[in-house]
């Protein structure tokens, strides 16, 4: 029986692969199996070395694939960096804070000196985000491969296009819904949240408010449990704090795990869009019945489906884009 449950998670995915759009016909499952038959072990053999080097990595590796994936599709355009005539992705306002581009240099560097000019950042950069959520105690999927790099990558689309973390359910919808992801992927992949720190400014508004008639600060964010807000103020000391940094699951934030929902559920959710998950019927039930703590192999499951989903967006094949010798600059 034990080896029958992972068989059948394994087909289920493989399930919702097979599932994807005419668009993402041309991924496959072993892309590279006869250009560069052992690139998805030489990602691993790396990561390993990465984020046992660097444990707090794995958040941001996951980051970086989320933010590539919504603005252009997947296609690596966040790695590109800006140029005299060009505003970058990576330097638009939400993306200041990423992190993880020298691991995804280092990365592609190794495939690079075994397989000059075969497997694209856009793939090197899903890989990693995959291995990242393993080696965080996570759970794992297939990915296939064959995506191709942006040629274009523009600050100003960032801007626009990337799911803010003040969002509410309705807009965050919308902005997924635009990406072929549904209210379930929405909920599910917030769990991603379970990895990382964030920078004060991401979440000052909800702890501060000068508007006071006496012009203290006072609390803006009534959904936000008092005493958690409390103990964020000791680390935030005003809107414009850049020093200090908090954990978005507190306790274990180097450890993929379900606990996300267990602050959500109290109230304890470090983003506005984090609350925003308990004020909307569908979202709400899905984190109050994981937060529960006794669905945490449904919700690695959701997880992987919803990272195969987001990991097939506006992803270029065949003859798009290019295959960038280093994941920065154009070739």
């Known amino acids: 029986m034990a080896m029958i449950r992972p068989l059948l998670l394994t087909l289920a995915l493989l399930a919702v692969l097979a599932a994807s759009s005419a668009a993402v016909a041309q991924l496959e499952i072993g892309f590279y199996r006869k250009t560069c038959p052992n690139a998805e072990e030489i990602v691993r053999e790396e990561m390993v070395k990465i984020i046992a ?13 989320f933010h590539d994936c919504f603005v252009r599709g997947c296609d690596a355009s966040v790695l590109l960096d800006s140029t005299t005539n060009n505003v970058a992705e990576k330097d638009a306002k939400p993306n200041k804070s990423l992190r993880g581009f020298g691991s995804v240099e280092r990365v592609k560097a190794k495939l690079e000196a075994a397989c000059p000019g075969i497997v694209s950042c856009a793939d090197v950069l899903t890989l990693m985000s995959r291995d990242a959520v393993v080696l965080a105690k996570g759970p794992t999927w297939p990915v296939a491969l064959g995506r191709r790099d942006g040629r274009s990558s523009r600050a100003t689309e960032a801007s626009h296009e990337l799911p803010p973390a003040s969002g509410d359910v309705p807009l965050l919808a919308r902005i997924f819904a ?11 992949l917030s769990g991603a949240h379970t990895l990382g720190t964030a920078h004060c400014p991401s979440y000052a508004d909800r702890l501060y408010n000068a508007t006071g008639e006496d012009g203290a600060y006072g609390l803006v964010d009534q959904s936000l449990d008092s005493e958690y807000a409390d103990k964020l103020r000791l680390k935030c000391k005003s809107l414009d704090d850049q020093s200090m940094l908090s954990e978005m699951d507190p306790g274990s934030y180097k450890t993929f795990d379900s606990s996300y929902y267990g602050h959500v559920a109290k109230r304890r959710g470090l983003f506005r869009s984090d609350a925003a998950l308990l004020a909307d019927a569908t979202t709400r039930d899905y984190v109050q019945r994981v937060a529960t703590g006794k669905f945490d192999a449904e ?5 992987s489906e919803s990272m195969i989903k987001m990991g097939n967006v506006g992803v270029l094949t065949g003859a798009e884009g290019e295959i960038r010798k280093k994941c920065y600059v154009l070739n």
Request: charged letters at 25%; proline letters at 7%; glycine letters at 6%.
């Open 178 to 188: 635009s990406k072929g992801l549904d209210l379930k992927d929405l909920v599910v």
């Open 53 to 65: 080097a660097a444990p707090s990595l794995a958040g941001p590796l996951l980051r970086l694939h």
């Open 299 to 303: 919700f690695f499951r959701d997880f």
